[in-house]
């Protein structure tokens, strides 16, 4: 008898134990506002070359202002439940280190003047895709295209590894979409994204 009772309370320990696993909620919020702040530091990179230099100081420091009182509000309103499993959604390792900073090269160095000119454009699904060819130079178009393939191979790694490094590969399709919606937020006015349908718009 009380190795029947024994079994009834570990399989409902192990189903309880189950329920915990998959449930684990994806947290939008703070996923949002750490996709926002390594955007921002991407695309203020390139500020110099595309922006008048008494502009380029004021931006970066609202940013920071921002995001600090936010990030502890958030901070205080998770659920300590929660907090143990993702207290805030995890960004920062050596991989996607590497990623941020080829990616604020690329765009300070190659990627802003094609964005400006409406060569490229922010796809739906959180990549860069060639919009018009014929804004760049003929002898230019494979430079163009190195550059929007290598974006892209560094865009894949980044939404693959922060799922990974919060031990939930499976977010990976949502870190993306995040990460999708953060950078076509931040597009500049001009700059050409793709709406839901696939169609081009400009900011």
Request: proline share 6%; with cysteine.
């Amino acid at each position: 008898m009380r190795k029947l009772v024994y079994g009834l309370l570990t399989m409902l320990l192990v189903a309880l134990v189950g329920c915990v696993t998959i449930n684990v909620y994806f947290p939008e919020a703070a996923a949002q506002k750490a996709a926002d702040q390594f955007i921002g530091t991407v695309l203020d990179s390139a500020a110099p070359t595309s922006t008048p230099a008494s502009n380029n100081t004021q931006p970066p420091a609202a940013a920071k202002k921002d995001s600090q009182p936010s990030a502890m509000l958030l901070d205080l309103l998770i659920p300590a439940a929660y907090a143990a499993d993702t207290p805030n959604i995890r960004i920062q390792t050596p991989t996607t280190d590497a990623i941020h900073a080829r990616m604020q090269d690329r765009f300070r160095n190659t990627l802003a003047p094609l964005f400006n000119s409406g060569a490229v454009g922010f796809t739906q699904d959180g990549l860069v895709a060639v919009r018009d060819a014929a804004k760049v130079p003929l002898d230019q178009r494979a430079g163009l295209n190195a550059a929007v393939a290598d974006e892209n191979r560094d865009r894949n790694a980044l939404y693959r590894e922060v799922a990974n490094a919060n031990n939930h590969p499976e977010w990976e399709a949502q870190i993306r979409a995040t990460f999708a919606k953060g950078w076509i937020e931040r597009a500049r006015p001009g700059w050409y994204y793709q709406d839901s349908s696939g169609a081009w718009k400009q900011k």
